[in-house]
């Protein structure tokens, strides 16, 4: 069983950035591949990014590619996320998720994630 508490989010103009990060609990985080989903009002929930067991691989949606950054610090059982850059439309509420699947292509999928935690609320302003 793995807990999931997401932190770090708020409010934030256009342009600025912000640093979420999901804390998880247990000793086998480096045995899950972590993701970053979104969802906003009226909206399914989407796909952000994903890193796998060993952080030497990372995924992103294209929306986000070049402003968003993934990470993960497994001696701290945390991933992260680093927005910059941000956009009206990436106000959402954000979720991090733990999956076992080995299956790369399994990462964008969040039927396929095992734990995920209640979120944070991201805003960004015009």
């Known amino acids: 069983q793995v807990q999931l508490v997401e932190s770090g989010g708020g409010l934030v103009q256009a342009g600025g950035s912000l640093r979420v990060s999901c804390a998880a609990s247990?000793?086998?985080?480096?045995?899950?591949?972590m993701g970053w989903f979104r969802q906003a009002p009226g909206k399914e929930r989407d796909f952000v990014a994903a890193?796998?067991?060993?952080?030497?691989?990372?995924y992103y949606t294209d929306s986000v590619k070049g402003r968003f950054t993934i990470s993960r610090d497994n001696a701290k059982n945390t991933v992260y996320l680093q927005m910059k850059s941000l956009k009206p439309e990436d106000t959402a509420r954000y979720y991090c998720?733990?999956?076992?699947?080995?299956?790369?292509?399994?990462?964008?999928?969040?039927?396929?994630?095992?734990?995920w935690g209640q979120g944070t609320q991201v805003t960004v302003s015009t």
């Open positions: 890193i796998t067991r060993s952080g030497g691989s990372t």
């Open positions: 247990g000793r086998t985080f480096s045995s899950y591949s």
């Open positions: 998720a733990a999956g076992s699947s080995r299956a790369s292509w399994n990462l964008v999928i969040g039927a396929k994630y095992d734990y």
